[in-house]
């Protein structure tokens, strides 16, 4: 099962529609850390000994930008009425198990 938190309720009175989004804590990393990362990985020892203390003064002058690590996955279900309030009517922000199995 897997837990996803609700973001969107659009209710006609027939049919409830709820957009969700993966329930999960999602850690940032600063753009700066990703560069270092990335440039780190291409060079050899001796050059990356060279470019990094440079890379770095540069970086630095440079603002942080944080951005997230994992792109989340958001779904939408549309059911009837009735099977939503047999669920309790649950609201935003409140967090449904959905068994997301290979079918």
Do not use: C, H, W
Not at 50 to 55: A, G, I, N, T, W
Not at 64 to 91: C, D, F, H, L
């Amino acid at each position: 099962m897997d837990e996803f938190k609700i973001t969107q309720i659009v209710d006609n009175g027939q049919m409830v529609q709820l957009t969700l989004i993966e329930n999960l804590t999602t850690e940032p990393i600063s753009q700066k850390q990703m560069i270092i990362e990335n440039v780190s990985k291409k060079l050899d020892a001796e050059t990356k000994e060279q470019v990094m203390p440079l890379l770095e003064a540069i970086l630095q002058a440079q603002p942080t930008v944080n951005i997230k690590s994992y792109q989340q996955t958001q779904i939408t279900i549309a059911m009837p009425s009735s099977r939503y309030e047999n669920m309790g009517r649950p609201r935003v922000g409140n967090i449904i198990a959905i068994n997301l199995k290979k079918i």
